[in-house]
């Protein structure tokens, strides 16, 4: 049981890493409460469609996502990116940087 709460503790601060960040870059983020993956809004960027605000974040900042219509059909789709928190902590500490600087 030790190690199951010990593996949750760590996924707890790295999606607050990563949401803190995000939010920080006013990509509003969805924090999950059980998941590796965060969902944010991209309408902050401007972009037409989620993959024009993935190629967006990339260029600007170097932090890679998924669009949202690779997960979500319609409108709500093309409004989200998807980002995986299960990394290291010092490359989520890294992309948080860079969406700060970025934004």
């Not at 503790?9 to 790295?14: G, Q, R």
């Not at 870059?25 to 969805?30: D, I, M, R, T, V």
């Not at 999950?32 to 965060?38: D, N």
């Amino acid at each position: 049981q030790s190690y199951f709460d010990d593996l949750s503790a760590k996924y707890a601060t790295k999606r607050t890493i990563l949401c803190d960040a995000l939010a920080a870059a006013g990509l509003e983020p969805y924090r999950p409460a059980g998941a590796y993956y965060v969902l944010a809004d991209a309408r902050r960027l401007g972009a037409p469609n989620a993959k024009a605000a993935a190629m967006t974040l990339l260029e600007r900042a170097k932090v890679a996502s998924v669009p949202g219509t690779s997960f979500y059909t319609g409108p709500v789709g093309e409004t989200l990116l998807r980002f995986c928190f299960a990394k290291e902590d010092d490359v989520l500490i890294e992309a948080g940087r860079r969406l700060r600087a970025a934004f």
